[in-house]
């Protein structure tokens, strides 16, 4: 087993088990500290692949910046203990047909993709920094501002939402 | 260095994770991170 092997079990690992604490976890402080995590195995196994902006955006994004917003609403919220209440009989079974429908398509897709992956990964590069950026500012310029756009209409929905009438 | 097939099945098991907590999870703050597990 080489290094860099035993270094992705441990950080797959690693995520797997914090993915299923964020799962059983009843209150929602303890999922949210499971999913950072998972959020930094996530980067250490793309430092891995050999890709360090995707890492530290990574890092930065998601363990920094969302997670911090989530634990915010959290707190804002007050979300206590979930409370579990019997499940109905209708919804069972047919949820479980559908998990097992779900997961036999995934498992398709996955063995359609692997040929396909594995003939990009031989045939391409690893995208640098610069490619990426060069990517982001020439190529898909207007989805990039589409995006910042879609987010300033977030914020004012967010605005208007909290907005308190004043006597 | 590690099989592409190694981090397609990690990818499968996260994604398995986290829609069994978008369907079994009450709580709508849980739903929501488990979307970006």
Excluded: W
Aim: hydrophobic share 60%; with cysteine.
């Amino acid at each position: 087993m080489t290094p860099q092997l035993a270094i992705f079990f441990v950080l797959a690992a690693i995520a797997v088990l914090g993915a299923a604490s964020l799962i059983l976890q009843k209150h929602p402080i303890h999922s949210a500290l499971s999913l950072i995590v998972v959020m930094v195995a996530l980067a250490g196994l793309y430092l891995l692949l050999g890709s360090e902006f995707v890492a530290a955006v990574q890092i930065i994004v998601y363990g920094g910046a969302i997670m911090v917003l989530f634990i915010f609403v959290i707190m804002l919220l007050n979300a206590g203990v979930e409370e579990h209440t019997s499940i109905s009989k209708m919804a069972g079974p047919a949820g479980l047909l559908l998990a097992v429908a779900l997961a036999g398509f995934i498992a398709a897709s996955i063995v359609r993709s692997t040929s396909t992956v594995q003939s990009t990964l031989q045939n391409g590069q690893i995208a640098s920094t610069r490619d990426i950026s060069s990517m982001i500012f020439k190529d898909f310029v207007y989805p990039f501002e589409l995006t910042s756009f879609l987010i300033l209409v977030a914020i004012l929905g967010a605005i208007v939402l909290a907005h308190r009438e004043r006597n | 260095m590690v099989p592409t097939n190694y981090y397609i099945v990690l990818s499968a098991i996260l994604f398995g994770l986290g829609v069994l907590a978008f369907v079994f999870k009450r709580n709508i703050i849980t739903i929501f991170m488990s979307s970006s597990c």
